[in-house]
């Protein structure tokens, strides 16, 4: 198979009609070398058996401060809240996420091509990479609504038409994330495993998915022999921290009743090997603000 052909090939079939199957992913984990980047062989090996990495540290407080108060003021811009890149609450009406901030915070977009952060996501990836999704998340004290199991990849491949889950996400906590605090839980190991979901995409499904989804979301009893098989694990430490995790890997979150916020910045890298083509499973691609087809690789 040419790489055209399989880039246009649906090599992970989902939103089927009928029962769902648990798909055995052909797709390495791990694309680059120890010689490729910062991260030696012992934590590629780790990122490649459990689908993540998690580097303490990688924002110093001052840093922290700054970006933090960077999403404050993003929250706080009232011509921004009207912008179609800005999801709100539901029932609340409050921000939850902004999306594409690489390209409306200049600090960001500056984060976005950080060596600590860009050579790591070149290494995994084996490539040079581009920005597929930017995001900041806002998940406030007392009234943080979490986010179902799923795994990323299945909606970008179904509704954006990434073909292989040849992307990897950087999660960088901007708060202390505690057990209790709607903290990221990922399952270990489960990036080995593509998770078919049942269901047509609805026509502009990123509306109501954004906010809920419905669709592109794996059954109970998949869910329950992932962990069964897997266990799960939660991103927990102090704010700083970076999350590295595999789009494939199958992960959620629990609501936030505690007086704790959590707010991070959410930056998905793609390689420019694994460019989007047409949707795998809905009739027209997401908007580019949140599935970019920009695919210019990231430079320092």
Known sequence: MTLAESRTTDLYPTRVAGEATLLERTDPTVWGAEQDGPMDAAALASHDAKGYSIIEGLLSPAEVQGYWQELVRLSSDEELKADE??????KSG???SIFEVHRISELIGELARDPRILDRAQQILGSDVYIHQSRVNYMPGFKGNGFYWHSDFETWHAEDGMPRPRAVSCSIALTDNYPFNGGL???????RTFVQCVGETPEEHYKASLKEQEIGVPSENDITKLAAEHGID?????AGSALFFDSNIMHGSGNNITPYPRSNIFLVFNSVENTLVEPFA???????????????????
């Not at 890149?85 to 539901?90: A, L």
């Not at 939660?234 to 102090?238: A, E, I, M, N, R």
């Open 185 to 191: 839980m990922v399952m270990p190991g489960s990036q």
């Open 282 to 300: 809905a009739k027209n691609p997401r908007p580019t603000f949140i599935g970019a087809r920009d695919f210019t690789p990231l430079t320092r």
């Open 94 to 96: 409050n921000v939850r």
């Open 234 to 238: 939660q991103f927990t430490g102090p």
């Open 85 to 90: 890149r800005v999801v709100t609450e539901k």
